[in-house]
């Protein structure tokens, strides 16, 4: 049973800096893509940021480009979601998600980690 595990989020002051960190574990067979999704309870989850395994591409949502960074650790299952200059917008859930390959979407997600911007 695969499993992600985020961590890293918490409250910070806009312009601020945070790194988020997703780890996949269990069952892991062939991994296509990873990233990041946000959504407050209740709303539609928004794509952040992705990251293509084994080439390492990336995509962004345009709110993010330019602010955040995703990477990958591959030998540790894990990406790392870098954001700075934070806004009060980007305030929300932040879901770890990745895709097999063998899946036409992201088809395991973990749980999510809160990410407060105050002013």
């Known amino acids: 049973q695969v499993q992600l595990v985020e961590s890293g989020g918490g409250s910070a002051q806009v312009g601020d800096s945070l790194r988020l960190s997703c780890t996949a574990s269990g069952g892991i067979f062939s991994i296509s893509m990873m990233g990041w999704f946000r959504h407050a309870p209740g709303k539609e989850s928004d794509f952040v940021a992705g990251i293509i395994w084994n080439e390492g591409t990336t995509y962004y949502s345009a709110p993010v480009k330019g602010r955040f960074t995703i990477s990958r650790d591959v030998a540790k299952n894990t990406i790392y979601l870098q954001m700075n200059n934070l806004k009060p917008d980007d305030a929300d859930v932040y879901y770890c998600?990745?895709?097999?390959?063998?899946?036409?979407?992201?088809?395991?997600w973990g749980r999510g980690t809160q990410v407060t911007v105050s002013s």
């Open positions: 998600a990745l895709r097999t390959q063998m899946a036409t979407t992201y088809d395991h």
